[in-house]
């Protein structure tokens, strides 16, 4: 089963509003990961939080991490139309010894209408 | 030049036929992906390799095989195809850190098995 979950699955607003998308895990993590793909493209990485790290920010984007409630959320600010895409959650989760592999969610979508 | 690239980047094939998805990177990584992606079902990891010598099966190995032929290339083989394998198709590599780094995606592989 996934160990990543987005919610929701789709996700349509207006240019300028903000996008909140949702991730829930099921076990201990180390870093959870957000990832954009552009549709068929391949997934380019937006940005890494860490077990410790309950706040992390990079340009218009802000990710929450609560490690109690095994969740976290990134928002998109300002969103623009070249915004749509979608974005998948990322968890690590050891293979074995030191190492490590990460478990994609499914995904949401999100399309920002001009 | 693209740091992860994927060979070919389309392709159509019949169901029994031997294929093989070429992967290559020059970004000095010591780890390498294989997953597929379907729609409504996310990234799933068919296999990996830590290093040359290490290869590890994914959470959907059947089907496929795999060569590392030096650190640069990862191949994927479907020794004989069957029309479920129809998928887009995604290499990926990582640093080495013991815990998880970013990963970075090649372009994909659109494959149909008919």
């Known amino acids: 089963s996934q160990q990543g979950e987005e919610d929701p699955q789709a996700l349509s607003i207006q240019e300028g509003e903000n996008a909140t998308m949702n991730c829930s895990y099921k076990?201990?993590?180390?870093?959870l990961q957000w990832y954009r793909q552009n549709s068929g493209r391949g997934l380019v990485h937006l940005i890494l939080?860490?077990?410790?790290?309950r706040e992390k920010h990079s340009g218009r984007l802000r990710v929450t991490l609560d490690t109690s409630k095994k969740s976290s959320s990134l928002l998109i600010t300002a969103s623009r139309a070249a915004d749509t895409a979608s974005y998948f959650c990322?968890?690590?989760?050891?293979?074995?010894?030191?190492?490590?592999?990460?478990?994609f969610g499914k995904g949401t979508l999100l399309t920002v209408n001009p | 030049d693209a740091d992860v690239t994927q060979t070919p980047r389309n392709r159509i094939t019949k169901t029994g036929k031997r294929i093989m998805l070429e992967c290559s990177q020059t970004?000095?990584?010591?780890?390498m992906y294989w997953y597929r992606q379907d729609p409504g079902l996310g990234l799933r990891l068919i296999y990996y390799s830590f290093d040359v010598k290490d290869i590890n099966k994914g959470e959907i190995s059947d089907g496929y095989s795999v060569s590392r032929q030096a650190q640069a290339k990862f191949s994927l083989s479907l020794e004989s195809a069957i029309p479920n394998q129809t998928a887009l198709y995604f290499c990926?590599?990582?640093?080495?850190?013991?815990?998880?780094?970013?990963?970075?995606f090649g372009p994909g592989t659109r494959l149909t098995v008919l």
């Open positions: 970004k000095g990584h010591d780890r």
């Open positions: 939080i860490r077990s410790n790290e």
């Open positions: 076990t201990s993590i180390n870093n």
């Open positions: 990322a968890t690590d989760t050891n293979s074995g010894g030191s190492n490590y592999k990460l478990t």
């Open positions: 990926a590599t990582s640093g080495f850190g013991g815990l998880t780094d970013t990963q970075y």
